[in-house]
């Protein structure tokens, strides 16, 4: 998958949009615990015990994610993509969908989002880790001194640091790690 391009369309979506940056105790009161739901979007002419089988099989996957197929293709297509571990739903969404399509055969019907991946309790919130940042957030809280955390919408990839010049080193290291799946798009979302 070219992520350049899903960089592109996330950044058209508005998804990698520059926000403010927050302050740990800030980010603390935004996340979400780890248990995960999977939510079937819409009514996909699917019958109930696939529709079950996605909704549980998401329910074991790290938040935020997506499932999307080719309607004309069906749920056993390799088309029919589940991503997960990325920052947030259009984040999700976008990715999803372009690995689908890329993975459909010419001719078939676009591909849709038919599932969410995402926490238990989910409401849209300014901060949002994937399930991997959320645990390592912890570890970010601990000590004091100056510390940030950056982060790829297009890849799902964090990295934080802790000691002066901390913004810069912890957005070197999350697009060192972005820049293996061929985006550099990190942005820090919280510093103290």
Not at 55 to 67: F, I, K, L, P, V
């Amino acid at each position: 998958m070219r992520t350049g391009l899903v960089l592109g369309m996330l950044m058209a979506a508005g998804a990698a949009a520059a926000q403010d940056v927050a302050t740990g105790r800030q980010a603390a009161g935004m996340l979400f615990g780890q248990d995960t739901e999977g939510l079937i979007l819409g009514q996909p002419d699917l019958p109930q015990p696939v529709i079950d089988a996605i909704r549980t099989e998401a329910g074991r996957q790290n938040y935020y994610g997506a499932m999307a197929w080719s309607p004309s293709e069906g749920i056993a297509a390799p088309s029919a993509l589940m991503v997960a571990n990325l920052h947030d739903l259009v984040a999700a969404e976008t990715v999803a969908l372009k690995a689908c399509n890329d993975a459909r055969a010419r001719g078939s019907a676009p591909c849709e989002v038919i599932a969410h991946i995402r926490p238990e309790g989910y409401e849209p919130r300014d901060v949002q880790l994937n399930a991997d940042a959320t645990r390592g957030f912890r570890v970010y809280r601990q000590g004091d001194g100056p510390k940030a955390l950056a982060i790829s919408r297009a890849t799902g990839e964090w990295h934080f640091e802790k000691g002066e010049g901390a913004a810069a080193a912890a957005l070197a290291g999350c697009n060192r790690l972005a820049a293996r799946k061929g985006v550099e798009d990190c942005m820090i979302l919280v510093e103290d």
